[in-house]
């Protein structure tokens, strides 16, 4: 085992290694504790921890929480103990926290200074803001390889904006298929439990009969947002307005979609608006670039919504329908989502102008299989939609 | 024991576990604490629950989540028509009302649901909590208590610990996002369709009398079948449905009749989608590849 990393003299010992693992990990994205530390030092007790690959499936087992972390798993362990990381990605306690680029700042003077970025943009990174000046963005059928930063595009106001805004339009979507029941004074379905506590009181004479019924209750929603080059001018909107529909109900789902789909749920989700747009940046390679809507949509269908759309699920889709690939392909990708019984919302920005029809052959494909149609170009436009969700 | 001494152990119960799976139940064993298996419909996760329990022979008791699973169908319910009952009768021997209500509300008149079941149990038994995310956020919230504390309260019993602390197995296909705080109490292992070897060696220990030649053509068939474009991916008990058909049916070569294995598909393929995009020309391809 030559590959495996050679920690310096002075690093602290095997619990402090074990620690700086989790803060690594930590870094990626894992969601983890004190607890998990914990578990993982005892989980290592139970194992030949000498041997990498026992070790690496032991820990595994306790740091990995969902599929995604499992995949990326067998990278950051070869990382940090393998020597396969950068210098960066040995992180031990004690080295000063701010030195580092840091991704988890919620300072914004420090998170603005875009130093967060450098690693990822294509120019020399000197650590100014021009570090994401190749914003000029125009409609092309070729992936736009440069990363944009969208801290530019959305600011945290309008996230805290858009996440009232998205809390109404989540109640308003309501589903009334419940099958769980609360208790309600006029409900359907005697209460059986409450009824002998009260009768105890009477000595065993139910007088009065409390009742259960079933609740409404919200509906998941699933965002999808085309973030292409015409669609650049929306972009601000739209984030926001996912960011805000993220956090406002747990049930929701995002991703984003120019030239190939890109799940953005968990990035948004972050307890840290800051944060979560770092992360997107991190996730939004081809910002602005072209747009194949056709293909986005039948990659989701076929992935993503065979778990997570059903009956209960709204999907809506934020896009102006200018399509590279044939509208054919839309029109196929719709019907397949379609089948999966969920209702389908297409906010197009481009409806509210004057005159506009629907011609974009890509629009006129999925408009058969669309339950609502509506503009949308700004936060009053989605305000405007509450009353017409609540009709659906 | 060691995780690969687990492992065989598996093996020689009917069960080729993958080395993450092993290490993972390895662990959990070694924790006591609960695990969580992810993955596709049909590549095993349920029957490692039975094979556990099978290993470790004891009782394997297990919960089927749905949609409005709750507290009084998966923890306990009161017997209200007995305690109706007893209520009666006790009001005409003229007993007092605290009397009363200390005899109905006592272990006499309470339905033990799965998880109450599984932690008043003498000797461990295996959990299985089956397909969680079809349950509701509401009921992850009633497990919190019981995974990690191992203990159920009745409010009108108080806390009822657990005798001996089961081994949970829960499992879940991606329905939904599990939340947080049960992921965090659990220990994680995703399960994944098995590959070419492993899947050969599934197919061995459960049809121990099927000939060589025709087990790697069915291996082939399958694993190539899931590259295609389907709506239901075949999984685990399926391939062993088709083994089972082929044999019956004594075939010893797929190549052989395309008629009858076209017809022998419909252990594979569950949807009417499926069966058309795969054609006798599109199987009779993949058969031929195999072989």
Sequence with gaps: ?392 | MTWDALKTDMAAHGYVASDDLAMALHIALSLGRPLLLEGAAGVGKTEVARVLADLRSTNLIRLQCYEGLDASHSIYEWNYQRQLLAIRASAEDGSTGRAVEQRIFSDEFLLERPLLQAIRQDTPPVLLIDEIDRADEEFEAYLLEILSEFQITVPELGTIKARSIPIVILTANGTRDLSDALRRRCLYAHVDYPDRETELQILRARCPEIEDRLAHQIIGFVQSLRGEELEKTPGIAEMLDFAAALMGLGIADLTDDPTVLQATLTTLLKTRTDRDNIAPEVAQRLAGQAA
Aim: hydrophobic content about 40%; overall charge positive; aromatic content about 6%.
């Design chain 1, 1 to 392: 085992m030559s590959r495996v990393t050679k920690f310096a003299a002075r690093d602290p010992g095997a619990m402090a290694r074990m620690a700086g693992f989790m803060a690594h990990l930590r870094q990626n994205g894992f969601r983890l504790g004190v607890g998990e530390a914990e578990t993982a030092l005892s989980a290592l007790t139970h194992i030949n921890a000498a041997h990498p690959d026992d070790a690496r499936l032991a820990l595994k087992t306790v740091c990995a929480g969902c599929a995604e972390d499992a995949a990326a798993f067998n990278t950051l362990f070869d990382s940090f103990w393998m020597n396969e990381g950068r210098v960066r990605t040995r992180v031990m306690p004690g080295t000063t926290m701010q030195s580092r680029p840091n991704l988890r700042s919620s300072m914004e003077s420090q998170a603005q200074s875009g130093s967060a970025g450098q690693t990822h943009s294509p120019d020399s990174g000197e650590g100014e803001a021009e570090a994401d000046g190749s914003g000029r963005l125009i409609a092309t059928t070729i992936s736009n390889l440069m990363k944009k930063d969208l801290r530019d595009v959305v600011s945290p106001q309008d996230i805290a904006q858009a996440e009232q805004l998205a809390a109404r339009l989540g109640a308003a979507l309501r589903d009334r298929r419940s099958r769980r029941r609360r208790a309600a004074s006029k409900g359907n379905q005697i209460d059986f439990r409450r009824v002998i506590r009260r009768s105890l009181a009477t000595g065993g004479e139910p007088i009065t009969l409390p009742r259960r019924t079933r609740p409404d209750r919200p509906v998941n929603i699933v965002a999808l947002c085309d973030v292409s080059g015409s669609m650049t001018v929306y972009a601000r909107v739209f984030l926001a307005f996912l960011a805000g529909l993220m956090r406002a109900d747990p049930n929701t789902d995002a991703y984003i979609f120019h030239t190939r789909l890109v799940r953005i749920t968990q990035a948004l989700r972050d307890a840290d608006a800051m944060r979560a747009l770092n992360r997107l940046t991190l996730l939004s390679d081809g910002f602005g670039g072209g747009s194949r809507i056709g293909a986005a949509l039948d990659q989701f269908a076929r992935s993503y919504a065979r778990k997570s759309v059903n009956g209960r699920s709204v999907v809506l889709i934020l896009s102006d329908g200018y399509d590279t690939d044939p509208a054919s392909d839309l029109g196929a990708a719709m019907q397949r989502l379609k089948k999966r019984g969920c209702r389908i919302i297409w906010l197009n920005p481009m409806k509210s102008w004057r005159d506009y029809a629907p011609v974009a052959g890509a629009m006129a494909a999925a408009l058969p299989y669309l339950d609502h149609f509506a503009a949308a170009g700004s936060l009053d436009d989605l305000a405007r939609l509450e009353p017409e969700l609540t009709r659906l």
